[in-house]
């Protein structure tokens, strides 16, 4: 099976710092993703790759940006955190039409 | 753009109640469509997935779901709720890329 792995479960942080979220997977999936879970809003992508050194911004990628350096790891940077962006991230990954998500991360900015 | 509605973000059943949540997409084009399940404290997870062909899908756990394209729709369908049903589904459509679109959600209480 498909793992994706996200470095941390639980995150708190505060306003104005910059935050990393790392994400990686194992099975040289070409699609990696980024989405935000809020109660009542499900989830929203941020922004995807389909490549090493490709990315596209989702419907929400304001405050955000994205790095793929490797095949295997995404990662998602809040360049400035605001309390706005406290969330569950979502990061996943696909080869064709399936996606398998991580854990997730829950953060909190304070 | 394209969107997602899901019917009821709130439902409560009784164990052997039979369950359906509703879903319906905007997108006119060939999509494929999913339902994905998260438990309590667990990473989301693919109940079911249709991209071509017999348009009632059977996916894991009993549960099915039945693509009707004249109405844009893709309702999930259990007959028979169990109280480890309890759950937050959603409904989700993609194309290019598999980006997801999901819907907001459905939590399902399941009373024993």
């Known amino acids: 099976d498909v793992k994706v792995t996200q470095s941390s479960r639980y995150l708190v942080k505060r306003t104005g710092e910059k935050v990393f979220l790392e994400c990686v997977q194992d099975m040289d999936h070409e699609n990696m993703f980024w989405y935000r879970q809020d109660p009542g809003l499900g989830l929203r992508l941020i922004y995807f790759s389909y490549d090493v050194k490709m990315k596209e911004k989702g419907d929400i990628p304001e405050g955000y940006s994205v790095s793929r350096e490797k095949k295997e790891r995404f990662s998602l940077i809040l360049e400035s955190a605001s309390t706005n962006q406290t969330s569950m991230y979502l990061c996943?990954?696909?080869?064709?039409?399936?996606?398998?998500f991580g854990s997730g991360t829950r953060l909190t900015v304070v | 753009a394209q969107s997602v509605s899901q019917h009821n973000h709130h439902v409560i059943l009784s164990e052997a109640a039979s369950l359906e949540l509703g879903c319906n997409y905007s997108?006119?084009?060939?999509?494929?469509l999913f339902w994905y399940v998260q438990y309590p404290g667990q990473h989301l997870q693919l109940l079911l997935k249709?991209?071509?062909?017999?348009?009632l899908v059977k996916g894991i756990k009993g549960f099915e779901a039945e693509f009707i394209k004249s109405k844009f729709s893709f309702n999930l369908r259990k007959p028979s709720v169990q109280w480890s049903d309890t759950a937050e589904y959603f409904c989700a459509v993609s194309h290019g890329y598999n980006k997801l679109i999901f819907g907001a959600g459905t939590r399902l209480a399941v009373h024993p």
């Open positions: 996943a990954s696909s080869l064709h039409y399936d996606s398998t």
């Open positions: 997108y006119g084009g060939t999509v494929n």
């Open positions: 249709y991209f071509s062909g017999d348009p």
